[in-house]
Every structure is written in C-alpha cells, then in structure tokens.
C-alpha cells in the first residue's frame, strides 16, 4: 500500500484539478453512461483511448487486449461488444492498432514467449495469409507496419462476422465498424478506409440468414 502512495496523491490532484474546472465533474460522471463508440484496442500503455480522441469518461466504451485482437471464440471480446452494441447501443465499433505493437512484432518473430504465443497465434495466421505481400516488402520497419494494418482490417471482419453485429445490421440498427492505426510518433490516428456498416459488403460465406 505504502509503494503506492503516489498514485493516491496523484488521483486527489486529479479530483481536485477536476472539481476544479467543474463543481459537478463527477456527479455528472456518474450517472448513466450513453457512448456512440466502442474501443477496441491494444493493452500497450501508451496507448490511452480516451485521451488519443478526446473524449471523457462515459463517452467512450473500451476493450484493451495485447495486440488489438478479436478472437470470434473469445467471450471476452464478444461480451465486451454484445453489451455494447445490444444494450448501450454505440454507433460506431472502432478497432484502432498501433505502430510499435510489440504483440505484432513478436509474432513475426519464432522466440518462445509463453502463454503469449497462443494468443499471438492470431496474428501469425495473418501473417500467413498475407505471406506474399509481407515477404515482398523488404524493409523490415515498413513489413512491421504493414502487419499492424493488416491485422487491424482482419479484426475488423472478425467483428462484422459475429452474430452480434449481423444481428444488429438485421434489425436495421445502425453500426459501422472502423479500422484505424495509431502512431505512438506523431500522436495522430490514420483511417485505414475501412468501414463496414451493412451485411452486403461482406462475403457470402460470412453473410447470415437472420429473420
């Protein structure tokens, strides 16, 4: 307890810088939350969400895992976006990777990590669908990146391949779902033109009959 007094005395100046600008900051805070947009992102902590797009507490749902995956067997992942598209009702799901994923840049690599590895698996499979275009690219800083974008627009179908999303689609809600990467250098978001909003735009095999 004792080794974490500073971050108790960092919060108190945060209450009081907070209270300080506004009587009724957390009062206001703690009512309802009503977000148009859910988070998908990376655990790396230099990745702040909230921060990166400016947005306050309340305003922003948000899913962090190691390298901004979305497993479709993962229940985390799946309860995470059934709450909130089903019940908070965002308008947009955003899955926002990063340049400098170390996640990314250990699974382009063979080192035995752990655990990790299987979770890694994911973006090795990527990897391996987009083997040609990544091995054609032979500067290793710019195949790196390329991997984080494509792993971002494989997460992003995954999302639109749930039963959640389709549901939804079916029921003429309105959800897109977004891939965007993040520079960690500039402190600027890149939109990946990705943007699915409809169950047409995906490929037949994926599409799901729902009355």
């Known amino acids: 307890m004792r080794d974490l007094k500073i971050l108790f005395d960092n919060n108190q100046k945060w209450v009081e810088r907070k209270t300080g600008e506004n009587a009724d900051y957390f009062k206001n805070s703690a009512g309802q939350q009503d977000p148009l947009y ?3 992102g990376c655990s790396d902590s230099r990745v702040p969400a909230n921060e990166i797009v400016g947005l306050e507490p309340g305003e922003l749902f948000v899913c962090r ?6 497993p479709h067997t993962d229940f985390n992942c799946l309860s995470v976006l059934e709450y909130a598209v089903s019940i908070l ?3 947009h799901v955003i899955v926002c990777g990063h340049y400098g994923c170390g996640g990314v840049k250990a699974a382009m690599e063979d080192n035995h990590l752990g655990l990790v590895d ?3 698996r994911h973006i090795r499979d990527v990897y391996a669908a987009h083997r040609k275009e990544l091995e054609a690219i032979h500067d290793q800083k710019k195949r790196y990146e390329r991997l984080v974008q494509l792993n971002v627009l494989r997460q992003v179908l995954n999302i639109c391949h749930t039963t ?5 689609w ?3 809600q309105k959800v897109s779902v977004h891939g965007w990467v993040y520079s960690m250098e ?7 033109n990705c943007c699915y909003s409809a169950s047409d735009q995906l490929e037949s095999i994926y599409k799901l009959k729902i009355e």
């Open 186 to 192: 500039t402190g600027k978001l890149e939109d990946l």
């Open 118 to 120: 299987n979770w890694l």
């Open 89 to 91: 009702n965002v308008k």
């Open 65 to 70: 895992n190691v390298a901004n995956v979305f």
């Open 170 to 172: 079916a029921r003429k």
């Open 38 to 40: 859910l988070w998908i």
């Open 164 to 168: 959640i999303v389709q549901e939804a």
